[in-house]
């Protein structure tokens, strides 16, 4: 029999088990002093198809050559290439940095506001990275749906939704605002490190008493 689900309690427990883990990248970054709206920005470019231990590094390395708009404008397709090529898709991203960053220079004043709507317009930039910069860099309250927050929200039983947009609107809905920002922080490393999406590990799950585990066939 399953316990009712309590998001109070269950923030708080997971708030303890992924405690030993690696942060999500973008929060690391940001806690390493990489917090402004385009480092932030640029950090979701670069991770996009991309794995943590990837973006990390990749992040530290391009930010330790330009971390301004106006700094990036001054980089050529081919120098930013060079710096990301670790990354999935680095061509393109390398193409996209660059225009957002040339776009910030001469249409914004050199300076990426927090304003979901104008964060859109960048190209390959969707809700969840315009949602993170607006949660580290600006503060907001903004709800960034990945995969991990996607599957383990509908996994738990607490959304019902086909898509991560469709779960990022069930959220809005539900989930109390000063989470908003922090679910992402958290179910990135719970859904790699025990929410996984195979053989999940629900052995040591710290809320398998009030989940769902909807879809869960087998785990570990």
Not at 82 to 104: D, G, M, N, T, Y
């Amino acid at each position: 029999m399953k316990q009712p689900f309590d998001i109070e309690v269950v923030m708080e427990r997971i708030r303890e088990a992924v405690r030993p883990f690696p942060k999500a990248a973008l929060f690391e970054l940001a806690d390493e002093g990489f917090a402004s709206p385009f480092e932030q920005l640029v950090a979701c470019v670069i991770s996009i198809r991309t794995r943590d231990e990837v973006t990390l590094p990749t992040a530290r390395r391009l930010f330790a050559v330009a971390r301004t708009p106006a700094e990036f404008a001054g980089l050529t397709v081919a120098e930013l290439d060079a710096l990301i090529h670790a990354s999935s898709f680095h061509e393109a991203k390398a193409r996209q940095i660059l225009e957002a960053a040339r776009r910030v220079v001469d249409e914004l004043g050199g300076v990426l506001p927090c304003d979901e709507a104008v964060l859109t317009t960048f190209r390959g930039v969707g809700p969840k990275c315009a949602h993170l910069v607006l949660g580290i860099a600006c503060g907001q309250p903004a709800i960034a749906v990945d995969v991990h927050v996607f599957r383990v929200t509908n996994r738990w039983g607490y959304v019902h939704a086909a898509t991560p947009e469709q779960t990022m609107v069930q959220l809005e809905e539900r989930l109390p605002r000063r989470y908003w920002v922090e679910i992402n922080r958290l179910l990135i490393p719970f859904g790699k490190q025990i929410c996984t999406a195979q053989l999940p590990r629900c052995s040591t799950c710290p809320v398998l008493d009030m989940c769902q585990q909807v879809g869960v066939d087998g785990h570990r």
